[in-house]
């Protein structure tokens, strides 16, 4: 059997007749690889989809992580805050408890002072009133 002039010359005939450069073979795997190309492509675009769905998902995550973690450092300052408030009121009262112990005991000598002068003053008007 003789080759196919055109075969040989690179011109091959398709199943529709027509005139191709391309053999038939290579010819259908171009269009399966194109095909199979049409599909990842496919499948990346869904993918991409996808992807940009979760990220921005994880996103919105973060940002409420962030939001209730502020809410969380401004509440333990608060309550920091309001442990020293108390503890500084503890030592404001502390101090006038002590300041008011220190009063109490000079009222009380002054009392003793004046008990014994009052004393003394009775016994001379007694002394006076004796004498006459």
Request: charged residues 35%.
């Given at each position: 059997?003789?080759?196919?002039?055109?075969?040989?010359?690179?011109?091959?005939?398709?199943?529709?007749?027509?005139?191709?450069?391309?053999?038939?073979?290579?010819?259908?795997?171009?269009?399966?690889?194109?095909?199979?190309?049409?599909?990842?492509?496919?499948?990346?675009?869904?993918?991409?989809?996808?992807?940009?769905?979760?990220?921005?998902?994880?996103?919105?995550?973060?940002?409420e992580a962030e939001t209730e973690?502020?809410?969380?450092?401004?509440?333990?300052n608060l309550l920091k805050s309001?442990?020293?408030?108390?503890?500084?009121?503890?030592?404001?009262?502390?101090?006038?408890?002590?300041?008011?112990?220190?009063?109490?005991?000079?009222?009380?000598?002054?009392?003793?002072?004046?008990?014994?002068?009052?004393?003394?003053?009775?016994?001379?008007?007694?002394?006076?009133?004796?004498?006459?």
């Open positions: 059997m003789a080759a196919d002039p055109l075969a040989e010359a690179g011109f091959y005939f398709d199943e529709l007749n027509k005139l191709r450069v391309l053999e038939p073979d290579v010819s259908q795997k171009t269009c399966e690889l194109k095909e199979e190309c049409k599909n990842f492509v496919d499948k990346i675009v869904q993918f991409q989809k996808t992807v940009g769905g979760l990220i921005e998902l994880v996103d919105d995550l973060a940002k973690k502020m809410k969380a450092i401004g509440a333990r309001v442990a020293k408030q108390r503890e500084a009121q503890q030592q404001q009262l502390q101090a006038l408890i002590a300041e008011k112990k220190m009063q109490l005991e000079r009222y009380r000598i002054e009392h003793e002072a004046l008990s014994k002068v009052e004393c003394e003053q009775n016994e001379f008007i007694d002394q006076f009133i004796l004498q006459k």
